[in-house]
């Protein structure tokens, strides 16, 4: 039964009902219990599960994101970054509707996702949006050394550094190099763009001069 219910699934997800395929996968808890979905969830191949639990987060949970392991979640999440969506919008929503769900242990997920190639990645990418903050390179910089996690939980990104810097200090040094580096690349990017925009201007200007020229040229032709 498993497997037929993972080739239906499939079948969904290949042909772009992921709503159809959720309510396929969530139907198991009603007949046969949690087990039979996180069972299920094991045989799924991953690229099919991320398709599934990326369009949830805590707006719009589902059953998958309330029943998901640290070990699967952890594989699926690492593939976000194939579909190459810079906002990094929905491995957010991800996370937080896992990590932050009332019955998970979060560290565990963190763990498991740090094991992984693009582990470490993954995490830079949730944070990118607030590297700044994580960093410490801005007056707007999060403090978290005197804080308590009670005291600055958010479900979201400041929870999350906070979990990395008081719990996994060797993923959080390695993840925090990863966003200076993000930041120096985005630095780089602006500074080339600025100096590409201002190269434009001078080749720009240079037909006005030789028109100049050309304009005086002719004038002493005349005289």
Excluded at 15 to 42: K, N
Excluded at 132 to 160: M, N, P, Y
Aim: glycine residues 2%; without cysteine.
């Amino acid at each position: 039964m498993t497997n037929l219910i993972v080739v239906q699934a499939r079948s969904l997800i290949q042909s772009g009902d992921i709503v159809s395929a959720e309510a396929l996968l969530t139907a198991l808890v009603e007949t046969d219990g949690d087990h039979a979905l996180v069972e299920v969830l094991d045989e799924m191949p991953s690229k099919d599960l991320l398709a599934v639990i990326r369009e949830y987060d805590s707006s719009k949970q589902s059953l998958l994101n309330l029943l998901i392991t640290p070990e699967q979640f952890a594989r699926v999440v690492v593939l976000d970054r194939l579909y190459k969506d810079m906002s990094h919008e929905h491995l957010r929503g991800m996370f937080n509707s896992v990590l932050f769900r009332e019955d998970a242990d979060a560290n565990e997920f963190i763990e498991a996702i740090a094991e992984l190639e693009f582990g470490y990645e993954t995490l830079a990418d949730y944070l990118s949006d607030r590297a700044e903050e994580v960093t410490g390179d801005t007056f707007a910089a999060l403090d978290t050394d005197d804080i308590t996690r009670a005291e600055i939980s958010d479900h979201d990104w400041k929870e999350l550094t906070w979990l990395l810097r008081h719990n996994h200090a060797d993923i959080y040094n390695i993840v925090h190099a990863l966003l200076k580096t993000k930041l120096q690349d985005q630095l780089t990017s602006e500074i080339a763009l600025i100096t590409e925009d201002d190269d434009e201007v001078v080749v720009n200007a240079d037909p006005v001069a030789k028109v100049t020229r050309g304009d005086d040229e002719d004038e002493d032709s005349a005289i």
